[in-house]
């Protein structure tokens, strides 16, 4: 686990660690030191602590102008015993919100297992965020199956076209207008 890293080719464009209004605002990495551990498996040190033990996370990109960031996870998220929606919500993504930020894509291609309990904090996030949306990206097949049996997908949109293996390829802005017309589009269909 630890030679898996958090997407790095966008820091051109945002650095959490300098972005005032960031959560890890004045974060300093040392990437010689693997402090941080899931499962006494060492990750790499550009991910970010968010209060779990079992998952962290990367703040890839944020746009507070139009609204919306990117997180990458790593590890399993377990609601169950660690509440880690609780943490991802309290710790992260209020502080997000109170920002203006209404749109999340979560990338989850190295979320390796979910474990779910109750779907308040999803709901509380979902009311949140009024006129925006929660997209999850790239989530893994039975991680997906989880959310669903959990209801999870009552306010989070994945699956389907939102398995965008290329996201890599795009700039942030392109990546979130893609997004964002995927969204609108399905939105437009429920109605």
Not at 37 to 42: L, R
Not at 168 to 186: D, G, V
């Amino acid at each position: 686990m630890h030679e898996i890293e958090p997407y790095y080719n966008w820091l051109k464009y945002y650095d959490p660690a300098t972005d005032e209004q960031s959560p890890f605002f004045g974060k300093e990495y040392n990437y010689d030191l693997y402090t941080n551990a899931i499962y006494n498996y060492y990750i790499d040190p550009a991910w970010d602590f968010m209060g779990s033990e079992t998952l962290y996370i990367k703040i890839l990109y944020t746009s507070y102008r139009q609204g919306f960031c990117v997180i990458e996870f790593i590890g399993e998220w377990n609601d169950a015993i660690n509440n880690d929606i609780m943490h991802l919500k309290r710790n992260i993504v209020d502080h997000m919100t109170k920002r203006g930020i209404n749109k999340f894509i979560l990338i989850g291609e190295n979320v390796l297992n979910f474990h779910g309990s109750d779907d308040c904090y999803y709901e509380e996030w979902f009311e949140d965020v009024e006129e925006g949306w929660i997209a999850a990206v790239n989530f893994r097949d039975f991680v997906l199956r989880e959310w669903q049996r959990y209801n999870v997908d009552s306010y989070v949109n994945f699956g389907g076209n939102l398995q965008i293996d290329n996201w890599r390829t795009m700039k942030p802005t392109h990546f979130f207008e893609l997004i964002h017309s995927l969204i609108t589009r399905r939105l437009s269909a429920s109605y």
